[in-house]
């Protein structure tokens, strides 16, 4: 029963962690190898095959002599893709193997998972975006600049005629897409059944992305996603509380639906202060492989604003999946060329207080953002730098 190598073969996918043990790394990763697969990491029964071990068991990759002489840093565990059925059981599981019970391991007092390598005969088991950057650009007609997104507030309470007023101001204002926000779901105010159609009636001969909240138990949301579709819905969006899983569940559907993921609530799982947690690249990695189009990636210079080069980083990982990054959490005209500077074009300025808390209302909120996007300043542009400010 050998649980360190060197080097693996194409049956293993590989999770790097930074781990921090109570005794040495060479106790920690191998507690979470034999933990994460085969059994318990401190006793062994007469079920546990040579050959249940060979097949099954996860194998630390490195040197034990190097592990033995630190109790922090980190490891390389290569996980068997046999222990996964990846056409059904697939990111739900995946993410229970990489994530799960060596939290309640003694002997590991701190488990960041880093990254995620998958062999290709894995990776080709995801669709990957439907659209992605390119299929939005295409469908919205902008090019060579952000995307303009624009969302819905008040969060939840309005009416479907109500709404309806709300988008018809965003869309005259030059809006590229519009989000519901995570709140809104399916309440007694504002149902699907009516408030879809409504919505989609007035959008279908214009090109814009309109994003349906479609938040449910698991029982309920790929019936929603269904439903929504079927009443002449062009997106969805699903935070990620649904399920990390959902995702690929909803791009195996292969709708004519642009997927949005809505990361509120992710610091959860990513916050980097906590002893356990799970690097937002390797979700954002994920949300590409699983199909999404677009995600709530962060922010920069907003109430929410992430470390620059980390962002970077982030942006990266989602652009060589295809995801268009949503950059959201107190975005306003006064942002959008230090963004560009900062982090390129390829990404969606993502506004809701912002747009709707302009002086003048709704419809100029949107065409201040659309004047800072094009470059083509005025009144409106004005008026809210006046309010927010400029940002170099």
Wanted: aromatic share 8%; net charge negative.
């Amino acid at each position: 029963m050998r649980f360190f190598r060197e080097e693996v073969d194409n049956k293993y996918f590989i999770a790097t962690y930074y781990l921090k043990a109570k005794t040495s790394l060479w106790h920690a990763a191998r507690a979470l190898a034999i933990g994460q697969s085969v059994g318990n990491p401190n006793v062994r029964n007469s079920w546990e095959t040579d050959e249940l071990f060979e097949g099954h068991s996860c194998i630390v990759l490195g040197e034990e002599e190097i592990l033995h002489q630190s109790k922090s840093g980190v490891v390389r565990v290569a996980f068997p893709t046999a222990n996964t059925d990846w056409s059904s059981d697939c990111v739900s599981h995946l993410l229970c193997q990489v994530m799960g019970g060596q939290m309640d391991i003694e002997e590991i007092e701190k488990c960041h998972l880093l990254n995620l390598d998958f062999p290709d005969d894995i990776e080709e088991k995801f669709l990957g975006p439907k659209y992605g950057i390119e299929g939005i650009r295409e469908f919205t007609g902008c090019n060579d600049k952000p995307i303009f997104g624009g969302i819905v507030k008040p969060k939840i309470g309005i009416s479907p005629e109500t709404l309806l007023e709300m988008v018809k101001e965003m869309v005259e204002g030059g809006v590229n897409f519009i989000k519901e926000d995570e709140i809104m779901s399916n309440p007694s105010c504002c149902p699907v059944e009516e408030r879809v159609p409504l919505i989609m009636d007035y959008l279908k001969d214009k090109k814009v992305i309109y994003s349906v909240c479609v938040n449910s138990d698991p029982a309920y949301v790929l019936e929603r996603v269904k439903k929504v579709s079927d009443l002449g819905a062009n997106s969805v969006h699903v935070n990620f509380w649904s399920g990390m899983g959902v995702y690929k569940s909803i791009r195996d559907l292969d709708l004519d639906l642009f997927i949005h993921f809505q990361k509120s609530g992710d610091k959860v799982l990513t916050n980097k202060n906590h002893d356990y947690h799970i690097n937002w690249n390797v979700i954002c990695d994920l949300a590409g492989l699983m199909g999404v189009d677009l995600i709530h990636a962060g922010m920069w210079s907003g109430y929410l604003s992430d470390n620059e080069e980390e962002l970077n980083i982030t942006l990266k990982t989602l652009r060589s999946r295809r995801v268009l990054p949503a950059l959201s959490c107190g975005m306003h005209p006064g942002l959008i060329e230090a963004i560009n500077a900062r982090f390129g074009i390829d990404y969606m300025a993502n506004v809701g207080g912002a747009l709707h808390g302009h002086p003048a209302g709704s419809k100029a909120g949107a065409t201040a953002m659309r004047q800072s996007i094009d470059g083509d300043y005025g009144e409106e542009y004005n008026a809210a730098i006046l309010k927010w400010g400029l940002v170099k």
